[in-house]
């Protein structure tokens, strides 16, 4: 059964430094999103992208996130400075069709992101 | 503001009983409900998803979920546990029209202990 892959597993970074988490949707998925969810937390919408631009962000996806699809099959999240409060387990995920439509969003098993 | 709430942060089971794992919701409109597990070191699979119909709906690994609109409330269960169920439980919302179409709303997790 085709499935979501994320890597790395783990990244542990310095605060300021840059980071890119990578992700590998599955091959005929047209919609992609990342979430992510801070230890304790509920887990977060940041992204969807479709057709190579965002389709929607939420407030916590600022101008320190990108997202962006290199070439057929990657799908990355670059944090450019990496905070403290930016420690959290990230979340890829995709969709076949339409993401306001009753597709199911099929997830990545994450990247654990910390930050020092 | 849209909101999922699982009031229950742990949910204790004898194998072979039922459970029933709670999650109701808040939202303008009408929702596409879902349910998803977290085993550990492992990301979020897809069990099941209501999206219009038959209140009662079927899913995966022998998991059920009933959809009461009057009570909002989308609970999760299945007849018999088994140790292997023994997992993180998320229940998810998503509009079906109008605002933010795309991004799933979880809750913040239940988390089901199955005793042998």
């Known amino acids: 059964e085709p499935e979501v892959t994320q890597t790395p597993s783990h990244q542990v970074t310095q605060m300021g430094q840059e980071v890119i988490l990578r992700c590998v949707p599955i091959?005929?998925?047209?919609?992609f999103y990342w979430y992510r969810q801070i230890l304790g937390q509920k887990v977060e919408f940041l992204v969807s992208?479709?057709?190579?631009?965002?389709?929607?962000k939420s407030e916590i996806f600022d101008d320190q996130f990108s997202v962006e699809r290199p070439d057929g099959s990657n799908f990355t999240l670059k944090i450019r400075s990496t905070k403290l409060e930016d420690s959290a387990m990230y979340f890829c995920?995709?969709?076949?069709?339409?993401?306001?439509?009753?597709?199911?969003?099929?997830f990545g098993p994450g990247t654990r992101l910390t930050v020092l | 503001a849209q909101s999922v709430a699982q009031p229950e942060d742990q949910v204790n089971v004898a194998e072979g009983n039922p459970l029933t794992v709670k999650c109701t919701y808040s939202?303008?409109?009408?929702?596409?409900l879902f349910w998803y597990v977290q085993y550990p070191n492992r990301g979020l699979q897809f069990l099941l998803k209501?999206?219009?119909?038959?209140?009662l709906v079927k899913g995966s690994y022998g998991f059920e979920a009933e959809f009461n609109k009057s009570q909002t409330s989308f609970h999760l269960k299945k007849p018999s546990a088994l140790v292997s169920d023994s997992a993180l439980y998320f229940c998810?919302?998503?509009?079906?029209?109008?605002?933010?179409?795309?991004?799933?709303?979880f809750g913040k997790g239940t988390k089901l202990s199955v005793k042998p």
């Open positions: 209501y999206i219009t119909g038959d209140n």
């Open positions: 995920a995709s969709s076949l069709r339409k993401a306001g439509g009753t597709d199911t969003q099929y």
């Open positions: 091959s005929n998925h047209l919609y």
């Open positions: 998810a919302v998503r509009l079906s029209y109008g605002g933010s179409q795309g991004n799933l709303i």
């Open positions: 939202v303008s409109g009408n929702p596409y």
């Open positions: 992208f479709y057709n190579n631009e965002i389709s929607e």
